[in-house]
């Protein structure tokens, strides 16, 4: 019986540290596929929340897009109201002209400032028409703004409409 216990540890410790070894490489298997899960999982996370807030800003862009011709057409009411000798009457339209400019502000929409003079940009203007220069400096240049532009963060809603000098 002692030969028999002798022979019995003797190929027990290779098979020990075979399965040592064994698990210690599923062990290794085991972290590197939870670290590709748990980056994929954080990629995963980040592209949805990317995705999200997306999709807000496309919801956005969509609603101030369709509210610029609102604030065209208030822009033109405040221009007569001014006209008016009721004071009253300009101050009450005038609360409501600002609130409406304030919260789209407050939501992104920005007006693109484009001033006489200034030089005409195709990425940034849209010419409506073109009209002979009186002066050679003029050429190449913004006469008159016929309609407003907006963008909305870095997106561009409504590029402004402009005359050109020729």
Known sequence: MANSKKKSTKPKSPTLKNQIKSLNDEL????????????????????????????????????????????????RAFTEF??????NLIKGFELIYNKLNDTLKANGLTVIVV???DVFDSEKHEAITQIK????????KVVDVIETGYSLGEKILRYPKVVVAN
């Open 28 to 75: 290794k298997d085991e972290k590197d596929k939870f670290l590709r899960l748990f980056a994929e999982f954080e990629n995963f996370r980040k592209r949805t929340a990317k995705e999200r807030l997306d999709l807000f800003k496309s919801a956005s862009s969509e609603l101030m897009t369709a509210l610029i011709p609102v604030t065209d057409d208030m822009d």
């Open 82 to 87: 001014k006209k008016s000798e009721n004071e």
């Open 115 to 117: 001033n006489k003079g």
């Open 133 to 140: 220069a009186t002066d050679k400096k003029m050429v190449g």
